[in-house]
Structure formats: structure tokens, C-alpha cells
């Protein structure tokens, strides 16, 4: 637990607490949080790339200093994939998995960006 703690804030920038031994919250602002359950001798699952979380960050410039931070602090956040930026419709970004294997983005995307995205609705299938 402290090893992702260290990561998740000191390298993704999240606000963690501790409010009980076997569980963190984790929130960068607003009305959501993620609660992290620590499961004794349990295995962390793969999960697969499509499920991730996603950071908003200023700019594309940001977009590539943090992946430059990423390739950079690996070894110390012990971190096992770091993706090559991409930039689809405007938006530049890369992915990296975690020593849980969780996946994330590093995004450009403002909240304009999402806002016209859920403007749309659903798609036709």
C-alpha cells in the first residue's frame, strides 16, 4: 500500500487518505473518489488497457513532460509499461501501467473536449 500511495501522489499527483488499515481514498478535486481495498496475500489482476483511468493535464506540452517523468522515474515507482504518445482528434496522450497493473492516461483533453463527447450520447449499434 505505500508503495502505490507513493506513486499516486508523489508521481500522478492524486490527494490520498487513509481512514481505515486495509483501504486509501483517492480524489484530485470534485465529487468523486476512488477507494483502493488492500486484500491480504491477494493477486493484483491484469486488467486489460481499454479499462483505464484518465488525467487531464494542462496541455500537450504537459502531455510529454510527464511522459519524459514516466520513463524517467520507472525504476523508482516501480512502474512496468510506459506507452508512446499518440494525438487522436486534437488530443495528445499516452498510457502506462502501474505496479498493480492498473492502466492509465495521461490526456490532453479539456473539459470541453468530454463535454461535447457526452453532448453527442450514445452511439447508434
Not at 37 to 50: A, N, P, S, W, Y
Not at 62 to 71: E, G, I, N, P
Not at 88 to 102: C, E, H, M, Q
Amino acid at each position: 500500500m505505500e508503495a502505490t500511495r507513493d506513486f499516486l501522489c508523489n508521481f500522478l499527483g492524486l490527494n490520498m487518505i487513509r481512514p481505515m488499515k486495509q483501504s486509501q481514498y483517492m480524489w484530485k478535486g470534485g465529487p468523486w473518489s476512488v477507494v483502493c481495498v488492500h486484500v491480504e496475500d491477494g493477486e493484483c489482476k491484469e486488467q486489460l488497457i481499454e479499462n483505464r483511468f484518465v488525467l487531464a493535464v494542462a496541455d500537450v506540452d504537459a502531455v510529454d513532460a510527464s511522459h519524459a517523468s514516466a520513463l524517467a522515474l520507472k525504476a523508482q515507482y516501480s512502474i512496468k509499461e510506459v506507452r508512446a504518445p499518440e494525438t487522436l482528434n486534437g488530443v495528445r496522450s499516452f498510457k502506462l501501467r502501474d505496479l498493480n497493473n492498473t492502466w492509465w492516461e495521461i490526456s490532453s483533453a479539456s473539459l470541453a473536449y468530454f463535454d461535447s463527447i457526452f453532448a453527442k450520447g450514445d452511439a447508434v449499434h
